[in-house]
């Protein structure tokens, strides 16, 4: 099956479809399992939909929802993390209340070994393989979540990679983790993604770009008219 492209008129229409799409796999996993993993990116590609995500007329059961982050930048700015962009965009405080620690599973900061430590927590929660559901965002140069060019090779067991970004330290799920997801969704916005979104849906089998390793022949691509404007 080849990668689906969601075309829609702007960043807000891309951001509605993408909701309704996110809550329809949500909804099938619970159905299917009972409880949904999802792994969100924190760029700013995703946020808008994160806050659409919160519209009761979704009927998402939050309560059977269990979320981790796809990657993060380690600093000590609690606000640059992507940790905070998440949290704030889907309101989880008052979502979850004191059953917070319950359902959301954000990088660790504050330990010795993020990387070890991440590993861990999502071999509980995801015994029996990666996520249910990936959410990414696109980079300029093609990369997505933390995975960059460098990183395509990492062990096949390996969930978790530390890797840097214009000298910025990050942690990041594998492509091998990312790629497991049953659902991968990617967004692209603006006529800054236009060359990486062409790179993505006409590959080169030579030379792929992170986020066509990440996404997979069967991913979904929610594109607006900007990142789409030269044509495919």
Not at 11 to 33: H, K, M, Q, T, Y
Not at 35 to 50: D, F
Not at 112 to 127: E, G, N
Request: hydrophobic share 45%.
């Amino acid at each position: 099956m080849p990668i689906t492209v969601h075309s829609e008129a702007d960043a807000n229409a891309v951001a509605s479809a993408a909701a309704r799409f996110l809550a329809e796999a949500i909804g099938s996993r619970i159905a299917a399992a009972g409880i949904c993993t999802i792994a969100l990116a924190g760029g700013a590609s995703p946020l808008p939909l994160y806050h659409r995500l919160r519209g009761e007329e979704h009927g998402i059961d939050w309560g059977r929802v269990r979320i981790v982050q796809t990657d993060d930048v380690l600093t000590k700015d609690i606000e640059a993390r992507s940790t905070s962009r998440i949290a704030a965009a889907l309101n989880l405080a008052e979502l979850y209340g004191e059953a917070l620690a319950d359902h959301w599973y954000p990088i660790p900061h504050d330990v010795i070994d993020p990387a070890t430590s991440y590993q861990d927590t999502l071999a509980r929660l995801t015994a029996t393989g990666g996520p249910d559901i990936a959410v990414l965002g696109l980079g300029i140069d093609g990369h997505t979540a933390g995975v960059f060019a460098h990183h395509l090779t990492d062990p096949p067991t390996s969930t978790v990679a530390l890797t840097s970004y214009h000298g910025q330290a990050r942690i990041t799920l594998t492509a091998t983790y990312l790629r497991s997801a049953p659902v991968r969704m990617l967004l692209a916005l603006g006529v800054s993604k236009n060359d990486a979104l062409r790179a993505l849906l006409q590959p080169d089998p030579a030379t792929p770009i992170p986020a066509t390793v990440v996404l997979g022949a069967d991913g979904h691509v929610f594109a607006d008219s900007a990142a789409l404007e030269k044509g495919f």
